[in-house]
Nanobody, 116 residues
Framework: VQLAESGGGLAQPGGSLRLSCAAS????????MSWARQAPGKGFEWVAA????????FYSDSVKGRFTISRDDAKSTLYLQMNNLEPEATGVYYC??????????WGPGTQVTVSS
């Protein structure tokens, strides 16, 4: 299993970023997928998740209404569209195979910094 995040970087408050996660080594469409993040000096937070069917999504209260998780099974790619970014969104974002709470397969992470 390999998960590779991309799309992180520096954004201004109120700006947008789109994270991608290229997956390989497993049948992507058979798995729920999640995004987790770790803010500086804090623990991990489960930000969003999507069922294998793509029919149901989960969002943490801190991002609900501003972030959108999606998937393209044909491309084995997971996305996280982040709009109206706040400084509190700063952190390392990880792509995870499985629903929130999964521990087996995580990507190396991509840094998101929201600052003016």
């Amino acid at each position: 299993v390999q998960l590779a995040e991309s799309g992180g970087g520096l954004a201004q408050p109120g700006g947008s970023l789109r994270l991608s996660c290229a997956a390989s080594g497993f049948i992507f469409g058979d798995y729920d997928m999640s995004w987790a993040r770790q803010a500086p000096g804090k623990g991990f937070e489960w930000v969003a998740a999507i069922q294998d069917s793509g029919s149901e999504m989960f969002y943490s209260d801190s991002v609900k209404g501003r972030f959108t998780i999606s998937r393209d099974d044909a491309k084995s790619t997971l996305y996280l569209q982040m709009n109206n970014l706040e400084p509190e969104a700063t952190g390392v974002y990880y792509c995870v195979q499985g629903p929130p709470g999964s521990v087996d397969y995580w990507g190396p992470g991509t840094q998101v910094t929201v600052s003016s």
